[in-house]
């Protein structure tokens, strides 16, 4: 790797996968991970998608850092060692761990995306390549196809090939998964494979939201947008007249609890109030494509009214 790669950021892919009944064990695990992460020299920011059965079963983080230094640091630091040794009795299999250069968009996976990770059989380096170029031209002709990146091993990190595959939706992604060009495909590989594995990583918002899965995807900044409105008011109004008068005055619970139970309350409302206002805003999130462009706007310019709104009304009440 030159000094210029060296010192762009780099994003770590870890797909783990919890023992039945553990994902409440290891939410809470993760929670004091991402604080430890966060705290390091060199860190941008994170990303956690829980287990979506059954397209997703793994745990999926996303870690940015500035450069591969400082990602290969906290990789070999004491302090990760210490944490994975903590949570082992809960885990199933091996973690995957991978180290993606940017550009990062091909590391978030938007919204829906295969994870193949593939170990060569020594001395067919150059010959898996040369299949890998046939792979990548066959499935960008198939529908839905939205993007693809390939990495090598890198010393020191990882020992595997791993390459992102994302399409639009998870139907579009599973025909070109069944299709009989791709297992054609996969069986020249056999003689230069020692081991290969898939895994299926989706966003985390488009099961809230109408016609979120399954057709034509939703863009994701307006799943954004719409998760801010409903989230904001929930939060404050939760924690104003619950989480501080009751669960922490009246029922002494302390802070890290309460705002547990509050986090608790907030997904469970959601669950409700976003498919029911992504419904409402079913004119911005699909619109005609003849009027696409002038929607956007209008739709964009009415989302921030509704924000202006709401942060004017609870200044009031402060």
């Known amino acids: 790797m030159n000094d210029a790669a060296a010192d762009a950021p780099v994003t770590l892919v870890v797909q783990t996968r919890t023992k039945r009944g553990e994902d409440e064990a290891f939410a809470k695990w993760q929670a004091r991970m991402s604080a430890t992460v966060a705290a390091l020299p060199g860190f941008i920011e994170q990303s956690v998608m829980p287990p979506n059965p059954p397209t997703q079963v793994d745990w999926v983080i996303l870690q940015r850092f500035k450069s591969t230094d400082a990602a290969v640091s906290w990789l070999h630091s004491g302090m990760r060692q210490k944490l994975l040794a903590e949570v082992q009795p809960i885990l199933s299999g091996v973690d995957d761990v991978h180290l993606l250069r940017d550009p990062a968009a091909g590391a978030a996976p938007s919204p829906v995306s295969a994870v193949f990770t593939t170990r060569v059989k020594p001395g067919q380096e150059d010959a898996f390549r040369a299949w890998e170029q046939r792979v990548a031209a066959a499935q960008a002709r ?30 579009h992604l599973q025909g070109w998964m069944d299709s009989t060009e791709r297992k054609a495909l996969l069986s020249e590989s056999e003689p230069l494979v020692q081991e290969y594995r898939t895994r299926i990583v989706r966003s985390g ?4 939201f109408p016609g979120g899965a399954g057709v034509s995807a939703l863009p994701v900044w307006k799943q954004n947008m719409i998760v801010l409105l409903v989230l904001y008011p929930v939060v404050f109004l939760f924690g104003r007249y619950v989480g501080t008068p009751v669960l ?63 942060l004017l009304a609870f200044y009031a009440i402060s």
């Open 142 to 171: 198939a529908p839905g196809f939205q993007g693809f990146r390939f990495e090598p091993p890198v010393p020191g990190v990882q020992d595997d090939w791993m390459a992102i595959l994302r399409f639009d939706t998870e139907d």
């Open 205 to 208: 918002f488009e099961q809230w």
């Open 248 to 310: 922490m005055g009246w029922a002494a619970i302390p802070f890290f609890a309460a705002l547990f139970i509050s986090n608790v309350a907030s997904i469970v409302v959601m669950n409700w109030l976003v498919p029911w206002t992504g419904e409402a805003l079913g004119w911005w999130l699909k619109p005609p494509k003849e009027s696409n462009r002038r929607v956007d706007v209008a739709g964009a310019a009415l989302m921030f009214f509704f924000y202006g709104v709401l």
